[in-house]
């Protein structure tokens, strides 16, 4: 990765000596619990990076939650701190899922008196009959395949305090919206929202999702790696989707090999490498924080915004 002309660069032996923990936070069986098929992560991992990381979050918390009182003070009203936003972007396959993951579980655990809340942009994907109907099934996770519009509507319920949200669900194992299936977000003190749409593109020209964020994280890395692991988690689905006939990957699984894997190569290329190029990194400059990746998913610079 090229230097950021708006980051500090920080290679991960000096960014772990930043915070010194006092107890590890998880245990090893959780961790495996929270990372995604094939990705790679170690408790290294979570003392060395993301503990660190947290911490730095908490200090842009403990900024916001005092902006907030000085403006109550400014209009000589109470004015209750709305819920701190994260948001988490990369690549299909960079690993941002175990990233939204694990931080969820490290800032419940490092400030418990914080209720931290999860969802995905999956659920903002048009259902696959929509997407067929408007022809747009080949450009599935490119900006027009989501409902932006609704994204933004929730985010802004979010802020405003609503309570009992709900989202529709997405499921991975159908590769599509799940009929009459809802996720509810109630009243979080930070929702963390993950999803390679989040840094980008507004619903219209005044709103970007990105305006409810307080915080922002992008998992970097070469696309010749991702698409590396992309094909490696294609084949490590195969393996188990045989099992299943409702699994969207089981058409694959039974059939010839060879055949998936060039069919998978082309997906990456034509799909997940033209939204990468596209759409996804020219909105790392928009981050917080960049998590840059290397070899084995391993984090070898962390990059945080000067200004």
Not at 168 to 182: A, L, N, R, W
Not at 216 to 243: C, G, H, M, N
């Amino acid at each position: 990765m090229k230097e950021q002309m708006n980051y500090y660069q920080i290679p991960r032996e000096e960014w772990q000596g930043f915070y010194t923990r006092e107890h590890m936070p998880l245990t090893q069986a959780e961790l495996d619990n929270i990372k995604s098929l094939n990705d790679r992560i170690s408790m290294q991992d979570v003392e060395d990076v993301y503990i660190p990381l947290c911490h730095m979050i908490h200090l842009y918390m403990k900024e916001y939650e005092s902006l907030t009182l000085s403006k109550g003070l400014f209009l000589h009203r109470y004015v209750k701190v709305p819920p701190f936003i994260i948001g988490i972007a990369g690549s299909v396959a960079v690993g941002k899922s175990t990233t939204a993951r694990l931080v969820q579980t490290l800032l419940a655990r490092l400030f418990p008196r914080h209720n931290v809340q999860l969802i995905t942009t999956d659920g903002f994907l048009h259902p696959n009959r929509v997407l067929l109907e408007r022809g747009l099934m080949e450009r599935k996770g490119f900006p027009e395949s989501y409902d932006m519009e609704r994204l933004i509507q929730f985010l802004n319920s979010v802020k405003s305090g609503e309570d009992n949200l709900q989202i529709p669900t997405y499921s991975h194992q159908v590769y599509d919206i799940v009929d009459g299936e809802f996720e509810t977000i109630s009243q979080p003190d930070i929702l963390i929202v993950e999803g390679i749409n989040v840094l980008q593109l507004p619903a219209n020209q005044q709103i970007y999702v990105s305006d409810f964020f307080d915080f922002s994280i992008f998992v970097d890395a070469a696309p010749k790696l991702i698409e590396t692991w992309y094909l490696e988690r294609f084949e490590s689905l195969l393996d188990t989707a045989f099992q299943d006939p409702t699994n969207y990957y089981y058409k694959f699984a039974i059939g010839d090999r060879q055949d998936a894997l060039e069919m998978a190569q082309s997906v990456w290329k034509n799909v997940n490498l033209k939204n990468l190029t596209e759409y996804i990194l020219p909105t790392r400059s928009r981050a917080d924080i960049i998590l840059h990746k290397t070899a084995n998913h391993e984090i070898d610079q962390v990059f945080l915004r000067k200004y």
